[in-house]
């Protein structure tokens, strides 16, 4: 017992010393039992011997890492682990530190660990706590509430899939309760906690509660709006975030009376009106971010000479007008976000004040004149201007090598014009030109610098002409390069490529190029590892032969080359097993070459050989296709009973345009991811599988037209049928209509033309409300029309009915003018006020009188996106 005494007392001696010596203070000991709490709790986690090494037994814990001890007292006061991913459990010696004033768990990983259970109320003392991302999850514990020293309190948390039960929550008890008594807190932070509150409820408890908040963060809190004006007590706020909320609120004017903020951040958290000017005239405001609120409009006011503001961020809104001159006087700006707007006009020139700009996104709006200047924007990162109306040139300034930290211009999608300033490509910091879609037309200049760190340049969709220059292929760090649809021209040979060692993508297409794969077959293996490769009508005579050295490749599109000959079967094995997307469409290819490999393992997604001269039995090729197409070529086997064992995951297969002969196999409703399923113009015969209309629930468009198939449709078409399209044109088939079709709610189109079907108008198809096209012609319909829209006997409406052929067949009676007038979907404008009128007269269809009413456009001529109206009667 004395012993004990007297240790204890030269340790009070130690720290009496140690509060007037700096030397000493750093090398005495801490309190043994403190001490040991800290080793037992590094032994709770299960990560902790290399990130806390430091933590040794024997050592003075004052010393260890994290660890600071108050010097009067010999005490642990403050505790750092942040940042360290910890894991495991957290022992309860933790919270026999009652003197810790300071606790940081941040970004540790405590999965699984319920903060309810863990008795914080024992560390009274504490005035920063910091559990932020620490993995913690459920209910936040009362005994929080009851730290009154509290200055700062960050329990914010972040989704994360590995960590699904790492989420907080504030329901019982809610945010009232828990700050009820922490009124000396001034940050408040509690992102991604889930409180689930209104605005009158948690506007009111944060203002009474808390009253000199500074900073107050509440981002992703399932928060509700509207915004209170309670708020307005907040007078001390610097930092307010409520982002990812759902307030739909209007932002309130009392904000502007916030003098000392500096963030206000509040995106995609359901904003509408205006932004309050007073807002913008906030002399200490450096962030204002209330973007994705498409809701939010208005126009920006005249900005201050003596503005802060370094970061505006309006992207996602539908602020609209110009932008003020005035824009040049925010003299701190670094970031200018405001795309996805409707803003117009042109872009001022004083926007080349902005000396301290390194983000600009001014792309999706409606900006157009010419680029301004940017000889002053030395700090500049990143140029955005894609998919405006912008016209002339690009400023030759923009190639000034002051700009040593721009990565980024993307200027795609406008009007530009003239030449592409070589300058460009010797930008030192520069990642990415993307200038697609444009008006260039002139000569693509060399250039006697090439930026090492350009990686992708896309050229594509412009009318750039001539040779492309030899210097293109010094830019050694590039990755992506396409030329697409330009008017370039010229013989080029693929081994100019060989140097660009980490190019992965390249796209060649739709020029005048006629792209040779060189006559020297040594460079092969040295040539890039090649992800895409896109050469589109590159005049080639044959498949390129590097590419049986391409382990790498997961796209190839040699489309439109009229390449002839047989598809040579090494091109099923190149890309290691990434082989995912093979066109080959429009070729002359007549064969594929030698017996089928083992594909069991190909991860072939789209394979399209549609248009070629192939022949013989359909290829039994890749097992895991998605979109398989073998249309317009010169099949001629039928279709085999195991062929479904190839379409397991297709979801588009079509056959149409050969010369298939047979039945369909029944297999083929095994099929069951597939949704469009093509066989027209064939010679195919038989019935047609009832499994594809009475059982099928993924199938949207079934076209058979153009073939032999005989019997009727089948009858038990199933309540879930997702058909919306059906063509069984030019057959035989005969019989009556199924009621059941009225199954196939999302029915848009159904053609059943130029068959042998005997039966009455199908009046009650009426019920099904998407239908737009509905071709009955050329069969042996009959009877009088009393069941037709309009008529007392159907209440039936076909109200988005745009296109109905009736012609060639036995009806008789008269059609009434109100009945085509209940044709709604065939309506058109005719006026200049914008009133819709029909203009369709009465018809008789009596055998005497068979004129038609309106010429129709056959339904192969249909538009899947916009339908000519129309209705023919001929003949009917």
């Known amino acids: 017992m004395s012993s004990s005494f007297d240790h204890h007392l030269l340790l009070l001696l130690l720290c009496l010393i140690r509060s007037f010596s700096a030397d000493l203070i750093a090398a005495a000991l801490c309190l043994p039992e403190e001490s040991s709490a800290l080793l037992q709790l590094k032994n709770g986690f299960s990560n902790a011997s290399s990130k806390l090494a430091s933590w040794q037994p024997g050592s003075d814990c004052c010393l260890w890492d994290g660890v600071t001890c108050d010097p009067a007292t010999c005490r642990v006061a403050a505790l750092d682990l942040s940042g360290r991913s910890l894991s495991g459990g957290l022992d309860r010696s933790l919270f026999n ?83 009820r008594n922490l009124s000396n807190l001034k940050k408040l932070l509690l992102d991604g906690v889930n409180i689930s509150a209104d605005g009158y409820e948690w506007c009111r408890a944060v203002s009474a509660a808390t009253p000199g908040l500074q900073v107050l963060s509440l981002r992703g809190c399932s928060l509700t709006g509207p915004l209170h004006s309670s708020l307005a007590g907040l007078r001390s706020l610097s930092t307010l975030r409520l982002d990812q909320n759902n307030l739909n609120s209007r932002l309130p004017e009392f904000f502007g009376n916030f003098s000392s903020l500096i963030v206000l951040r509040m995106s995609s958290c359901g904003l509408q009106g205006s932004i309050p000017e007073r807002i913008f005239r906030l002399r200490n405001l450096t962030v204002l971010d209330v973007s994705e609120n498409p809701m939010l409009s208005g126009r920006l006011p005249h900005f201050p000479q003596d503005s802060a503001l370094e970061s505006l961020v309006l992207s996602g809104t539908n602020l609209s007008g110009p932008l003020p001159p005035s824009i040049g006087n925010l003299n701190a700006l670094s970031r200018l976000l405001l795309s996805r707007c409707s803003f117009s006009g042109l872009i ?54 002051r700009l040593r930290n721009l990565t980024k211009i993307d200027m795609r999608n406008n009007s530009l014009s003239g030449s592409i300033p070589a300058s460009l490509f010797a930008l030192p910091s520069l990642l990415l030109l993307q200038l697609s879609q444009n008006q260039f037309s002139a000569q693509l200049e060399g250039f006697s610098i090439a930026s090492p760190s350009l990686s992708t340049v896309d050229l594509s969709n412009n009318m750039l002409q001539g040779s492309i220059p030899t210097s293109l292929f010094k830019l050694s760090g590039l990755k992506v390069l396409s030329l697409a649809s330009n008017n370039f021209g010229g013989t080029l040979e693929l081994d100019r490529f060989w140097n660009l060692r980490n190019l992965s993508n390249l796209d060649l297409s739709n020029n005048m190029l006629s792209v040779r794969d060189g006559s020297n077959s040594s460079w092969y293996g040295s040539f890039p590892k090649i992800s895409t490769l896109k050469l589109v009508s590159c005049n080639l005579k044959k498949i390129p032969a590097f590419l049986q050295s391409q382990d790498g490749i997961s796209s190839l599109d040699l489309s439109d080359n009229g390449i002839p000959g047989a598809i040579p079967g090494w091109i099923w094995s190149i890309g290691n097993g990434d082989f995912n997307y093979l066109n080959l469409s429009f070729n002359l290819f007549t064969s594929v070459e030698g017996p089928p490999p083992n594909l069991s393992n190909s991860s072939m997604m789209i394979l399209d050989l549609h248009h070629n001269m192939l022949q013989g039995p359909i290829p039994l090729l890749p097992l895991n296709t998605i979109v398989l197409d073998y249309s317009q070529n010169n099949f001629t086997s039928s279709i085999p009973a195991s062929f479904s064992t190839y379409l397991n995951y297709t979801i588009f297969l079509s056959l149409s345009e050969n010369n298939l002969t047979g039945e369909i196999p029944f297999s083929i409703c095994s099929a069951s991811y597939l949704q469009v399923l093509d066989l027209s113009d064939n010679n195919l015969s038989g019935s047609i599988p009832s499994c594809l209309m009475e059982s099928s629930t ?120 109100n009945c085509l007038k209940n044709l709604k979907a065939m309506m058109f404008s005719s006026s200049d006020d914008g009133l819709q009128t029909v203009e369709l007269h009465s018809c008789s269809w009596e055998p005497a009188d068979r004129s038609g009413c309106l010429g129709m456009p056959s339904v192969d001529q249909i538009s899947s996106l916009r339908l000519p109206n129309g209705i023919e009667l001929h003949k009917c």
Not at 352 to 378: C, K, V, Y
Not at 388 to 399: C, E, F, K, Q
Request: charged share 15%; aromatic share 6%; glycine share 8%.
């Open 97 to 179: 530190l009652t003197s810790l004033t300071s606790l940081n768990l941040a970004d540790n990983l405590f999965p699984g660990i319920r903060i309810l259970d863990l008795p914080f109320s024992k560390l009274a003392n504490l005035s920063v706590l910091n559990l932020s991302n620490a993995g913690f999850g459920g209910q936040i514990p009362a005994g929080i509430g009851r730290l009154e020293k509290l200055v700062s309190l960050d329990l914010s948390t972040l989704y994360l899939e590995e960590l699904p039960n790492a989420t907080l929550k504030l329901h019982d008890p809610g945010l009232g309760t828990i700050i």
């Open 348 to 401: 001022p020139r004083s926007i080349a004040n902005l000396t301290q700009l390194a983000h600009l996104d001014l792309s999706f709006n409606g900006f157009s004149g010419e680029i301004p200047p940017m000889r002053q924007w030395s700090r500049i990162t990143e140029i955005i201007l894609a998919s405006n109306n912008l016209t002339g040139p690009i400023p030759s300034s923009l190639g000034n090598q």
């Open 698 to 817: 993924e199938l949207g468009v079934l076209n058979l037209r153009g073939n032999q198939f005989l019997g009727s449709i089948p009858e038990n078409i199933s309540e879930r049928c997702a058909l919306r399209t059906i063509n069984l044109n030019q057959n035989q088939l005969e019989g009556k209509l199924p009621r059941s079709l009225a199954n196939c709610s999302l029915l848009e189109v159904l053609d059943l033309g130029n068959n042998q079907f005997v039966d009455t108008f199908p009046y009650w198809l009426g019920n099904v409300s998407a239908l737009r096209v509905l071709v009955l012609k050329s069969n042996r319909f009959y009877g009088a029309p009393v069941h037709l829209p309009g008529t007392e006997e159907s209440n039936c409406t076909f109200s988005k009915l745009q296109i109905l052929d009736l012609s060639s067949n036995q009806f008789t009676g008269n059609l009434p003018e």
